[in-house]
């Protein structure tokens, strides 16, 4: 390690001991990238995504309160209906009398099982290829939910009622725009093989159903938007950081922390994903022509080249805005560029900055391409060095 990186460190650990934390100077800090020593990203992210507040000694009292929250949850929304009478004394057979999955009334819990295993079987789909060039998503955590898998409770797993439901309903598929593609169950089962991926024994579990289990849980507590396609990006950098801390004791409460923190992101940008809101202020289409109106003032002979090739900025910038760039490059580098975006004061002014920098940093190719060339230029952004880009976004930025 360099004695330069040894003193980004102590800078860090100075700040972040203090009794009351500047969060103008964390921003200042976090922006040009946080080391991975210590635990310092993982803290500093929860104090950037406002999960953890400024003042030290209410670390421990906002952590036990929001994981016991969290607990809760897990009780209250990953469990059939009936179970909870069953074992209090009722038997199965008066519950089913009571709410059966035939009844036609909306309030039954089980027309709200059956409702949920929609959205459930899209989150499956798609957390089982969440970042499928890497191991992690397809490994077994070693702090798996005991809540969950304890074999002495009636919960059952996602995995379980996945199984259950893809052998018994059609797959509904819900994008931006509603309800679209519903397909056969079986076509659906060989196609998503439920087998292609390693049973893990009894009582363990893969980092993806960890990752289901915070999306499903959100869905169920923000039933205005529920669960929409590209979610699964936002969350995966999330837990991948804090399943990795150094920090054990922080390591195994990676689940209750993610959900929290991937809710107050979500907070701020969940418009990108109501397609109602597209053409308002705060909507993605925006958002998307505020990036090309920037790169005019930027670089007026390259906007107007994609201006004369009609490559509008919702060809690619949809996908760069709404996904915060998790998939234009590999998961150390998205992390590196969340870094910039969660310490932006401005809450992600600056990645309309870092989108017109990926373009200004490839402008020979795009002014001397074709449409079909600078299209593939675009959604398959070729400039890996994300260092290069964020110093030429904060070049940008300084210009201003």
């Given at each position: 390690?360099?004695?330069?990186?040894?003193?980004?460190?102590?800078?860090?650990?100075?700040?972040?001991?203090?009794?009351?934390?500047?969060?103008?100077?964390?921003?200042?800090?976090?922006?040009?990238?946080?080391?991975?020593?210590?635990?310092?990203?993982?803290?500093?992210?929860?104090?950037?995504?406002?999960?953890?507040?400024?003042?030290?000694?209410?670390?421990?009292?906002?952590?036990?309160?929001?994981?016991?929250?969290?607990?809760?949850?897990?009780?209250?929304?990953?469990?059939?209906?009936?179970?909870?009478?069953?074992?209090?004394?009722?038997?199965?057979?008066?519950?089913?009398?009571?709410?059966?999955?035939?009844?036609?009334?909306?309030?039954?819990?089980?027309?709200?099982?059956?409702?949920?295993?929609?959205?459930?079987?899209?989150?499956?789909?798609?957390?089982?290829?969440?970042?499928?060039?890497?191991?992690?998503?397809?490994?077994?955590?070693?702090?798996?939910?005991?809540?969950?898998?304890?074999?002495?409770?009636?919960?059952?797993?996602?995995?379980?009622?996945?199984?259950?439901?893809?052998?018994?309903?059609?797959?509904?598929?819900?994008?931006?725009?509603?309800?679209?593609?519903?397909?056969?169950?079986?076509?659906?089962?060989?196609?998503?093989?439920?087998?292609?991926?390693?049973?893990?024994?009894?009582?363990?579990?893969?980092?993806?159903?960890?990752?289901?289990?915070?999306?499903?849980?959100?869905?169920?507590?923000?039933?205005?938007?529920?669960?929409?396609?590209?979610?699964?990006?936002?969350?995966?950098?999330?837990?991948?950081?804090?399943?990795?801390?150094?920090?054990?004791?922080?390591?195994?409460?990676?689940?209750?922390?993610?959900?929290?923190?991937?809710?107050?992101?979500?907070?701020?940008?969940?418009?990108?994903?109501?397609?109602?809101?597209?053409?308002?202020?705060?909507?993605?289409?925006?958002?998307?022509?505020?990036?090309?109106?920037?790169?005019?003032?930027?670089?007026?002979?390259?906007?107007?080249?994609?201006?004369?090739?009609?490559?509008?900025?919702?060809?690619?910038?949809?996908?760069?805005?709404?996904?915060?760039?998790?998939?234009?490059?590999?998961?150390?580098?998205?992390?590196?560029?969340?870094?910039?975006?969660?310490?932006?004061?401005?809450?992600?002014?600056?990645?309309?900055?870092?989108?017109?920098?990926?373009?200004?940093?490839?402008?020979?190719?795009?002014?001397?391409g074709d449409f079909t060339l600078n299209m593939r230029l675009l959604q398959d952004y070729p400039i890996s060095d994300v260092h290069l880009i964020l110093k030429k976004a904060k070049d940008l930025q300084?210009?201003?």
């Amino acid at each position: 390690m360099s004695s330069l990186h040894k003193s980004r460190i102590a800078e860090f650990q100075d700040i972040l001991s203090e009794a009351n934390i500047s969060l103008e100077k964390l921003r200042e800090l976090c922006f040009s990238g946080i080391p991975f020593e210590g635990g310092l990203r993982c803290l500093c992210w929860k104090i950037l995504l406002n999960y953890l507040p400024v003042e030290r000694t209410l670390w421990s009292s906002v952590l036990q309160k929001q994981r016991e929250l969290y607990t809760q949850f897990l009780k209250e929304m990953i469990i059939q209906p009936g179970i909870a009478k069953a074992n209090l004394g009722v038997s199965r057979e008066d519950v089913t009398m009571e709410d059966h999955p035939l009844n036609p009334n909306p309030d039954s819990r089980w027309n709200t099982y059956f409702k949920d295993n929609e959205v459930l079987l899209q989150i499956d789909k798609d957390v089982r290829r969440l970042y499928p060039d890497m191991a992690f998503f397809q490994s077994m955590t070693e702090y798996p939910c005991l809540l969950i898998l304890d074999p002495l409770n009636d919960f059952e797993t996602l995995r379980k009622r996945v199984e259950q439901t893809t052998l018994k309903s059609q797959t509904v598929a819900r994008n931006r725009s509603g309800v679209t593609n519903v397909s056969s169950p079986l076509k659906t089962l060989a196609s998503n093989s439920l087998n292609e991926y390693e049973v893990l024994p009894n009582g363990c579990e893969a980092h993806w159903e960890v990752v289901e289990r915070i999306l499903f849980i959100y869905a169920k507590l923000n039933p205005g938007i529920a669960y929409v396609q590209g979610m699964n990006e936002i969350v995966g950098p999330l837990y991948y950081t804090f399943a990795t801390d150094p920090n054990n004791e922080w390591k195994k409460h990676a689940e209750a922390d993610t959900f929290f923190c991937f809710t107050n992101l979500m907070s701020e940008i969940r418009d990108n994903f109501i397609k109602s809101l597209d053409d308002s202020q705060c909507g993605i289409t925006y958002k998307m022509e505020k990036v090309y109106s920037t790169l005019k003032e930027k670089d007026v002979e390259l906007y107007m080249k994609l201006q004369e090739q009609n490559i509008k900025p919702q060809f690619f910038t949809f996908r760069w805005l709404t996904l915060l760039l998790s998939q234009e490059f590999l998961l150390p580098d998205v992390i590196r560029i969340w870094d910039s975006l969660f310490a932006d004061d401005n809450r992600f002014d600056f990645l309309l900055l870092v989108c017109c920098a990926m373009l200004m940093l490839i402008r020979d190719q795009l002014l001397e391409g074709d449409f079909t060339l600078n299209m593939r230029l675009l959604q398959d952004y070729p400039i890996s060095d994300v260092h290069l880009i964020l110093k030429k976004a904060k070049d940008l930025q300084d210009s201003k």
